[in-house]
């Protein structure tokens, strides 16, 4: 019974009578009974994710991680403690800032279990009773009334001005005003007037539902499931970091297994090779790589966060610099969520509002002059008539709110701001006689107000309920003209044609002795007074941000659960579509009669996609990803919820989303503003940059430090470097100089570049050739000197400790190189990112405490060495430095400094 999804199109009637249902009694105590022990309490299924202890140890379940526990396994083997302790703290380390910051999703089935912890009225046996949610069953038959949540999935049997807020669960921006007509078969979710659905508000009216589904058979049930069962993708950056440690275990486990071959065809004792064989792993192993990742991850988080987005797991901040698509949500996104009235007709003038949202900052203009609406009695009227039919209260900014706000429907709340901008005082407005409230088979409201020579009664409502009850038209001299001198439903399409929302305004004079009003008293002999037309507007900034993004090479497409016409409206104002883009608009009913093979074209073809439903985003973010897109979803509502846990990067709002579509999502935006999705994108971006240069940066150390151990052990000489030594170079350098990159400033063109390649490994064929030449200078620097001072009869040890400098050095002037891949130092500015001086000094410190102090010259086997060493020791650095700022001045060179001065141009300007 309980799983069909057609009670909408089934007449009251049939819908009792396949739910076995009394339309005024109600169910009776045994059935109740009967149907709880078959269906079940009403509440959603709580799915379990992983426990605490599972999550953790899955933080180890990295190709990387298993390399470094593998080194600590043959390091405590060989006894040699303090390498084990140094590579063991680095993986503990890893996995709990790994296992702290990792998103729980599965919380967002917590959250949805949660919303149905209320009470609700039911009429059982004939009388009325409060009972908790969780024991309606199918059959009830329940009382709705303003302000209560809608509990279940139920058929509305009766209504008076009922209006639902659906806007969690459809995406619709205004209240549904609810009927109890039998609809089409085929009407999508935010179409069916007929019913009320779990988790949606009562904002007007009354009415009584019967129950058709509960818990999880409910539309938000599905929803719930839909989440539970919805895959997660690696991110681009955990696809990468997979591709590159699987290949750095390869190469590690081959030049480990030569160096130990080529030790024993020299005749080296068995542990001697093998030692050499585990200084080569563990030079090659990058020991810093995984922490730095994880702590330039969490400062982009915290950069992000200054910027108004807060990021919920780490691997999303560098999936939003891959990401190619944004679908945003439109409501509250992408506009202000604020409805105003940017069109007025009256005294046949067509007049522009300006501003937008509550804030009553704006002027009525006719083309660019302003208008003093006093001489424009229509449009005092027309505008007096939104004041007097109204309901709703403008709020203005004090302490503890700062922004202009409402209580009461917004559409009221548009026409109080459009009163004020138009020069009329909302707090003067006298109290009314009497009001015919909004009855939705009447289509207007009216009120009945107190006048000098007679009372009036204004009107308001749509076109079709008022304009036949008129019979003339007011100028703007005041005159009244017969009404079939002007053609106000041309001009009303026109409008509507453009996403305009359009109410229309009346009056009627009646005698000083009627006090009340009735319907038969307005059904003829009304005066039009004009039309006012508003929207939900876009967001300036939205529009600046979505023309950053297309010169980004991200598309932006629109998801949204209203109007295809309103959709299409907004979105040509964003510049999302062209004004002539025919192709402008497709529907979730189309989309519900497509096949699935022919997804992949319509997601290609269009960019607006109104009246969705949850399953159809779900769809439509798989259908880009199998196109090998990374996708963006923004969302607030119940709605979005599997979506947003399906992307590549789920973007909830987090001023006014619900709580479902906050746990499901990877970031949340602090002010709910598509601009901040495109300011995310550039930290994004700006965080995958510098975790490049980390990682060109602190190869050539490894493969330096590899070649070393692999040249002595080919020559049959002592190793110029022991394990404790790499370990000390890895671990200093990466934490002292290497996460200095972290706070490298973007560089100017950030914005002006195609989305990082999913598929592209993190380093392309021009970053590995500098790699290896970076690590075979290094080599050769290191060797070169460390055979020079044997040479010139330094002890092994103080051979050892110049080669270790070697490596700090080199490392400490390539790093100056790293700081833009592309350009010179000199170019991007020697002091632009203060942290890398701090760094280099605090290394230089180190460095020379690891060198002259006894206590550390005991513990790594190390010794102090002179001056002229250390000038050796620079001399090689900077040449090393020289020739990578020659290589990149060949490859890039004038072409690299041109377009960098042209986007940092374009960014000031």
């Known amino acids: 019974m309980q799983h069909t999804d057609s009670w909408h199109s089934q007449s009251v009637d049939a819908v009792a009578a396949r739910l076995k ?3 005024t009694e109600g169910l009776s ?53 303090v390498d084990a302790a140094v590579i063991f703290t680095v993986v503990i380390a890893n996995a709990i800032i790994g296992f702290i910051q990792e998103a729980k999703a599965l919380q967002a089935i917590s959250a949805l279990s949660g919303s149905l912890h209320t009470t609700v009225t039911v009429i059982r046996a004939g009388k009325r009773n409060t009972i908790t949610a969780e024991d309606l069953v199918p059959g009830d038959l329940v009382v709705l009334q303003t302000g209560d949540k809608v509990c279940a999935d139920m058929r509305l049997i009766k209504v008076r001005d009922l209006q639902i807020d659906e806007s969690a669960l459809t995406g619709e921006s205004v209240p549904s005003e609810k009927d109890t007509l039998t609809l089409a078969q ?51 950056l955990t696809k990468r970091i997979k591709q590159f440690s699987h290949f750095l275990l390869y190469a590690i486990v081959a030049l480990s297994t030569i160096t130990l071959i080529v030790g024993w065809l020299h005749g080296k004792p068995a542990l001697e090779a093998f030692m050499a064989a585990v200084a080569l792993a ?24 200054k910027r108004r987005a807060i990021i919920r797991n780490l691997p999303a901040v560098e999936t939003l610099g891959s990401t190619t698509i944004i679908c945003s949500d439109k409501t509250g996104t992408l506009t202000k969520n604020e409805m105003t009235v940017k069109e007025l007709w009256a005294g046949n003038q067509h007049l522009k509002v300006t501003g937008n949202g509550y804030n009553p900052e704006g002027m009525i203009q006719q083309g660019t002059d302003t208008v003093d609406i006093a001489q424009n009695r229509a449009a005092w009227a027309t505008l007096q008539a939104g004041l007097f039919c109204n309901e709703a209260n403008l709020h203005a900014p004090d302490a503890q709110h700062p922004q202009w706000r409402i209580s009461g429907d917004p559409t009221e709340a548009a026409l109080l701001v459009a009163a004020r901008k138009g020069g009329l005082n909302p707090d003067k407005i006298d109290e009314h006689l009497d009001t015919i409230p ?20 204004y009107l308001k409502g749509s076109l079709e309920s008022l304009l036949p009850k008129c019979s003339t038209w007011l100028n703007t001299d005041g005159k009244s003209l017969p009404i079939g001198s002007v053609n106000i439903q041309k001009l009303t399409e026109s409008m509507a044609a453009r996403g305009l929302r359009v109410l229309a305004f009346a ?16 059904n003829e002999n009304l005066e039009f007074l004009g039309l006012q037309a508003m929207i939900d507007p876009p967001r300036p ?61 319509l997601v290609d073809q269009y960019k607006v996609f109104a009246r969705v439903t949850p399953e159809n985003k779900l769809t439509l973010v798989e259908t880009l990803q199998n196109q090998g897109q990374v996708v963006a979803m923004t969302g607030d509502g119940v709605n979005d919820a599997p979506a947003l846990r399906r992307a590549d990067i789920g973007v909830a709002m987090a001023m006014n989303g619900t709580e479902v579509a906050r746990e499901a999502s990877d970031m949340m935006l602090t002010d709910d503003n598509f601009a901040t999705v495109r300011a995310a994108v550039e930290e994004g971006r700006s965080v995958f940059d510098n975790l490049k240069k980390f990682i060109v940066w602190t190869l050539p150390t490894n493969g330096g430090e590899a070649l070393v151990i692999l040249l002595a052990v080919l020559l049959g000489i002592s190793l110029p470097l022991l394990p404790i030594h790499i370990l000390w170079v890895n671990m200093t350098t990466a934490i002292c100089l290497g996460l200095m990159l972290a706070f490298e400033p973007k560089e100017a063109d950030i914005m002006h570049r195609p989305p990082n390649s999913p ?46 400098a070697m490596f700090v050095v080199g490392e400490a002037f390539y790093l100056m190189n790293c700081r833009s891949l592309q350009r010179s130092v000199f170019t991007i500015g020697l002091f632009t990112n203060p942290w890398i001086w701090s760094g280099i000094g605090v290394m230089a410190l180190l460095q020379l405490a690891f060198t002259y102090l006894p206590v550390m010259n005991q513990w790594f086997q190390t010794a102090p060495i002179g001056l002229d060493a250390w000038l050796r020791i620079l001399a090689c650095g900077m040449l090393i430095s020289l020739a990578v700022g020659l290589e990149k001045y060949l490859r890039f060179g004038r072409k690299a400094t041109t377009f960098s001065l042209t986007a940092s141009t374009e960014a000031q300007s």
């Open 21 to 23: 249902a009394n339309l």
């Open 282 to 305: 563990v030079g090659a192993i990058p020991e810093g790589l995984p922490a730095a990742v994880t702590i330039m991850l969490a400062i982009g988080v915290s950069r992000m966060a």
């Open 186 to 236: 085929d009407s999508v979710l935010g179409d069916r007037h007929n019913m009320a659905y779990s988790s949606t508000l009562v904002t007007y009216g009354s009415g009584f539902g019967l129950v058709t589904a509960t818990g999880d058979d409910t539309e938000i049930g599905k929803i719930s499931n839909l989440i539970a069962t919805t895959q997660t993708l690696d991110t681009p």
């Open 29 to 81: 105590a045994s059935e109740f009974s009967e149907r709880q022990a078959h269906y079940g309490p009403n509440k959603l299924t709580e799915h379990q994710g992983d426990g605490p202890i599972k999550r953790f140890l899955l933080q180890f379940h990295q190709p990387l991680v298993y390399i470094l526990l593998a080194a600590t396994g043959v390091t405590l083997a060989l006894q040699e403690w």
């Open 541 to 601: 900034e939205a529009m600046r941000a979505v023309a950053a993004c297309h010169r980004a090479g991200i598309d932006v497409k629109m998801i949204t659960g209203d109007h295809a016409l309103t959709a299409t409206s907004i979105a040509k104002q964003l510049g999302i579509i062209d004004e002539n883009d025919k192709n402008s608009a497709v529907t979730g009913q189309k989309l519900a009669q497509t096949e699935a093979s022919e997804w992949s074209q």
């Open 507 to 522: 009056r009627k004079s009646v005698p000083h002795k009627s006090n009340t009003i009735d319907h038969s008293v307005i």
């Open 438 to 457: 909004f009855q939705s088979e009447y289509q207007y409201m009216a009120t009945l107000h107190k006048g000098q020579e007679h009372n009036l009664i």
């Open 759 to 804: 598929n592209a490994p993190i380093l392309d064929h021009i970053l590995l050739w500098r790699i290896l030449l970076v690590s075979s200078l290094l080599c050769l620097a290191a060797f070169g000197l460390y055979e020079l001072e044997l040479l010139w009869g330094a002890s092994e040890v103080e051979a050892r400790t110049v080669a270790v």
